[in-house]
């Protein structure tokens, strides 16, 4: 049996977050991310983890078949609430990090 601390990475764009997990010793088993083009870079730079190319709302169930990992971390997309945003509350975008929220419990 492994000691290794496993991680979901939602939010995920090319990969940069998982690149320091990975060498904190983290195995990230799962991710997930919206752009086919960032996707797709996260893939050639890391084809050990399962990506899954698609909106988060639509892989919700496929995250919780990753229940007991150690971590679960993400960039959700800030562009409606950062200040080099449109600092818009009513940007669809905004309200992903609640999404992120309700699957960020360890124990899914």
Same mark, same amino acid.
Not at 56 to 85: H, M, T, W, Y
């Given at each position: 049996?492994?000691?290794?601390?496993?991680? $979901?990475?939602?939010? @995920?764009?090319?990969?940069?977050?998982?690149?320091?997990?990975?060498?904190?010793?983290?195995?990230?088993?799962?991710?997930?991310?919206?752009? #086919?083009?960032?996707?797709? @870079?996260?893939?050639?730079?890391?084809?050990?983890?399962?990506?899954?190319?698609?909106?988060?709302?639509?892989?919700?169930? #496929?995250? #919780?078949?990753?229940?007991? $990992?150690?971590? $679960?971390?993400?960039?959700?997309?800030?562009?409606?609430?950062? $200040?080099?945003?449109?600092?818009?509350?009513?940007?669809?975008?905004?309200?992903?990090?609640? @999404? #992120?929220?309700?699957?960020?419990?360890?124990?899914?």
């Amino acid at each position: 049996m492994s000691n290794q601390l496993t991680a $979901v990475s939602l939010f @995920t764009g090319a990969g940069g977050m998982d690149i320091g997990f990975k060498k904190a010793g983290i195995k990230v088993i799962f991710a997930n991310e919206l752009v #086919k083009e960032a996707a797709n @870079t996260y893939f050639a730079n890391h084809p050990e983890s399962l990506m899954i190319n698609d909106d988060i709302n639509n892989v919700l169930d #496929k995250i #919780k078949e990753f229940r007991g $990992v150690d971590l $679960v971390f993400g960039g959700p997309p800030c562009q409606g609430f950062s $200040v080099a945003g449109k600092m818009n509350p009513d940007d669809e975008r905004s309200k992903l990090i609640f @999404t #992120k929220l309700r699957q960020g419990s360890p124990r899914l």
